[in-house]
């Protein structure tokens, strides 16, 4: 790493050890003394023992991070020159950004920042958010300047800098060391040393953006537009469902030309594509710009759970079983395959409307905390489903398990006269009644 005159030995405090800063503070903790800090005591006694819940990093990957200390006492980070803030940045209720997290985690930094300090922000937010909210908290809390392209001061100053989040959880090929990562500093010298302390850690190189704001712009941008693509592809799942057309054998037959782009319709949930486009919606109409395209794709995809229930119950009625008590198994909670995120996941929407069409519904999903189901969501989680017991199976989540489980074991749960619904085009389309 370039040395600068501003900090030659980095002592580096990455806070909130979730999916994004778990792995980060991993990296950096196998060169620079580092200290991972999260709020949840529970976390980071785990953490400290071995164990990753999130199985983002093993236990021999937590061990080679011999400079990597946890904690969840706030002073521990008091000794530290640069500060990542990786928290997550949801949406509330009304679909707005929900920024408490990352305000609560700035002014948390804030007590201990001293003259020359670095403050790294990885958290999705809009465009402008960073120098727009979180500095004016930081020299507010900690009585320093911040210091930019436009500012001349140069005693009792901070800088910033952004650098987004780019981890995909559960992934096993794309980590966080060989995904190209985005930098940008507040000023021209700051931008060049964030970025080569990330080149010492990640193997697939850096970009190095011209402010903190394209930084933030191109962030939020990466899940925009996979969320207008899915939506896309789930409004055509549902012409070609009611022309009778498999979805899965067009987007084949379309695939076969080099430039179609292989997106299959789904639930969007998590914490990134089904949120990140909220945060842009936000900021746009707040200049007074309506981004109908955005909005449109959003609404398809938040609408789908609903669709699933619908084709669901349809197709039940159409076989003679009675929906009104009907026992119903979903198979799989989680946000997406082989991670045990439950986070803004959109099977519990369909979960809801069976149950308002009065189903009976368990939940099966050995990948994630039944504990942590019920907490988040109120809804208790079968250990094993039973034998000849329901009359319709929703495969939501294509997790490998129930791949090896097997069609014909999943056909044993049901009734003679039963529906299986493969969201996930996990099996043959003849083996299944309905596929997305």
């Given at each position: ?26 990296e ?10 999260d709020i949840?005591?529970?976390r ?9 819940e ?11 991070a ?5 904690s969840f ?19 509330n ?7 408490s997290?990352?305000?609560?985690a ?6 201990f ?44 100053i901070?800088?910033?800098?952004y650098?987004?989040?780019r ?13 190209k ?12 040393f964030?970025?080569s ?25 990466e899940?925009?537009?996979?969320d207008?693509n ?33 997106f ?6 998590g ?11 936000h ?6 710009y309506k ?13 789908m759970s609903?669709?699933v229930?619908?084709?669901m ?11 009104e ?5 979903i ?12 986070r ?11 149950k ?14 039944a504990?942590?189901v ?5 809804l ?5 489903p039973?034998?000849k ?11 490998d398990?129930?791949k090896?489980?097997?069609?014909k074991?999943?056909?044993s ?5 039963h ?5 996930k ?7 299944t009644?309905?596929?997305?």
């Amino acid at each position: 790493m370039k040395v600068t005159k501003m900090i030659k030995k980095p002592k580096i405090s990455v806070v909130g050890l979730g999916y994004v800063g778990l792995p980060l503070a991993v990296e950096f903790g196998k060169i620079f003394p580092t200290i991972g800090y999260d709020i949840n005591k529970d976390r980071v006694l785990k953490l400290s023992s071995g164990i990753d819940e999130t199985l983002e990093c093993s236990t021999l990957e937590l061990n080679t991070a011999k400079l990597l200390n946890y904690s969840f006492e706030e002073n521990e980070i008091s000794d530290s020159n640069i500060y990542i803030i990786t928290v997550p940045t949801p949406i509330n209720t009304r679909k707005e950004p929900d920024l408490s997290p990352l305000k609560n985690a700035t002014k948390l930094v804030a007590k201990f920042l001293n003259d020359g300090d670095i403050v790294i922000y990885e958290s999705t937010v809009y465009p402008g958010c960073t120098e727009e909210i979180c500095v004016p908290i930081l020299e507010k809390q900690s009585g320093l300047k911040y210091k930019n392209s436009d500012q001349k001061v140069t005693n009792n100053i901070f800088y910033c800098g952004y650098s987004p989040e780019r981890i995909n959880p559960g992934d096993k090929s794309h980590r966080v060391t060989n995904i190209k990562k985005v930098t940008s500093g507040s000023t021209d010298e700051v931008a060049i040393f964030i970025d080569s302390l990330y080149a010492r850690i990640i193997t697939a190189g850096t970009y190095m953006a011209e402010s903190i704001i394209v930084a933030e712009a191109a962030k939020v941008i990466e899940n925009t537009q996979r969320d207008i693509n899915i939506a896309l592809i789930n409004e055509l799942s549902i012409i070609f469902s009611k022309l009778n057309i498999d979805t899965e054998s067009v987007l084949k037959a379309a695939g076969t030309k080099w430039n179609f782009l292989p997106f299959r319709p789904g639930l969007v949930g998590g914490h990134c594509i089904g949120v990140d486009p909220y945060y842009l919606t936000h900021k746009s109409l707040n200049i007074g710009y309506k981004p109908d395209i955005i909005l449109a794709g959003r609404h398809m995809n938040d609408e789908m759970s609903k669709h699933v229930s619908d084709q669901m119950t349809s197709v039940m009625k159409s076989k003679e079983i009675k929906i009104e008590s009907a026992n119903i198994l979903i198979m799989g909670i989680t946000f997406k395959e082989n991670c045990p995120d439950i986070r803004n996941t959109k099977v519990v929407d369909v979960v809801n409307e069976l149950k308002r069409a009065k189903c009976n519904v368990d939940i099966y999903d050995p990948y994630c905390s039944a504990d942590e189901v019920f907490h988040e969501y109120s809804l208790e989680m079968k250990s094993f489903p039973a034998e000849k017991f329901y009359d319709g199976v929703i495969i939501a989540v294509a997790h490998d398990g129930f791949k090896e489980l097997g069609i014909k074991k999943i056909k044993s749960f049901c009734k003679k006269n039963h529906v299986i619904y493969d969201l996930k085009y996990l099996f043959d389309k003849n083996f299944t009644d309905i596929r997305l």
